[in-house]
């Protein structure tokens, strides 16, 4: 089943169930896939990349927004953003621990002989592309930055 019948299916749960937070979060990513694929200008699926892409973006989003309102003291206003970022994680693959995350950062590094920071650009692309969906760019930044220096 592909990730958007997959959503879908949980869609219709969420109505039945009447739980308001997931469809809220559920809406939102269908959303984001429709205009995905309209802004292609294709009627074809997205590839699985693509899907991941957005939705770790949605999850981005809410997360951030929940920071700032926490900030903010706005605790009422973050819970909801807080609870439709673990509703849309349930469809992202596992995510990495930052110690597997560092095995694949300093494999790299040592593979296209990395030194210091100038190639920093070289070594994100690479572990990107491989950790995608499995890592925010934010930790794998962090990671790389870490084993440059």
């Known amino acids: 089943m592909s990730l958007q ?3 879908m299916t949980t869609l219709k749960e ?3 169930s009447k739980d308001q937070i997931a469809l809220t979060a559920l809406r939102a990513v269908k ?3 429709l205009l995905a694929q309209t802004e292609s200008g294709a009627k ?3 590839t ?3 899907e991941l892409k957005i ?3 949605q999850v981005k989003q809410r997360k951030d927004s929940a920071a700032i309102y926490l900030e903010q ?3 009422d206003l973050a819970s909801p953003e807080l609870a439709e970022a673990k509703i849309i994680e349930r469809f992202l693959p596992e995510a990495l621990s930052e110690e597997e995350i560092e095995h694949v950062v300093i ?3 040592k593979r296209i002989n990395a030194e210091g920071m100038k190639d920093m650009g070289k070594v994100m692309g690479i572990v990107s592309k491989e950790l995608a969906g499995k890592a925010d760019g934010k930790t794998i930044s962090t990671i790389v930055k870490a084993n440059l220096a």
Do not use: F, H, P
């Open 5 to 7: 019948q997959d959503i």
């Open 14 to 16: 969420a109505m039945k």
């Open 31 to 33: 959303s984001a896939i």
């Open 44 to 46: 074809n699926e997205l």
């Open 48 to 50: 699985e990349e693509q």
């Open 55 to 57: 939705l770790q973006k």
């Open 73 to 75: 003291g706005r605790e």
């Open 107 to 109: 494999t790299t590094i």
